[in-house]
C-alpha cells in the first residue's frame, strides 16, 4: 500500500485483518509514517518508504491523493517493473497512455486495476 492517508490507513488494516501479507510505503518520517507506527506497521518489516515498498511489494496499490499521485508519479514509474499490477482506488489526475507508454514496462506487460 502506497500512502496512509484516508485511503490507505484504512485499506491497510482491512488487508492485514483479513490476512493478508501487507506492507505501507510512506515517506520516511512525516506523519503518515508516524500513524503507521502507531498502528502496529514496524519499520524495515512492514513499513518502508514508497521506493522500497515498490519494489517489495508485487501487487502496488497507490492510495496517495490525486495530488500526491501526479506529484510521486515520475519517482514511482520506474519501479513499476514486469510482473506488478498497479492499482488505484481512485486517480483523477492518472492518465494511462501518455504517463504508462514511457515505463520501462510495456503498457501491454503492465496490469492496471
Known amino acids: ?4 492517508g ?3 490507513h484504512g485499506q491497510s488494516l482491512n488487508a492485514r485483518d483479513q490476512g493478508l501479507k501487507v506492507i ?9 509514517w508516524k500513524q ?3 498502528d502496529g506497521w ?7 518508504d514508497i521506493p522500497e515498498a515498490i519494489n517489495r511489494g508485487t501487487i502496488i496499490m497507490n492510495l496517495l ?5 501526479s506529484h510521486t508519479w515520475p519517482e514511482i514509474k520506474p519501479l ?5 499490477t498497479l492499482y488505484f482506488a481512485h486517480g483523477f489526475s ?9 515505463s520501462r514496462v510495456s503498457p501491454d506487460e503492465l496490469s492496471l486495476m
Open 1 to 4: 500500500m502506497i500512502g496512509y
Open 6 to 8: 484516508s485511503q490507505g
Open 24 to 32: 505501507v510505503g510512506v515517506r520516511k518520517g512525516g506523519e503518515s
Open 36 to 38: 503507521a507506527q502507531e
Open 42 to 48: 514496524v519499520e524495515g518489516e512492514t513499513l518502508f
Open 65 to 69: 491523493s490525486d495530488a500526491a499521485q
Open 80 to 84: 513499476i517493473t514486469k510482473g506488478k
Open 94 to 102: 492518472v492518465v494511462y497512455k501518455e504517463d504508462v507508454s514511457g
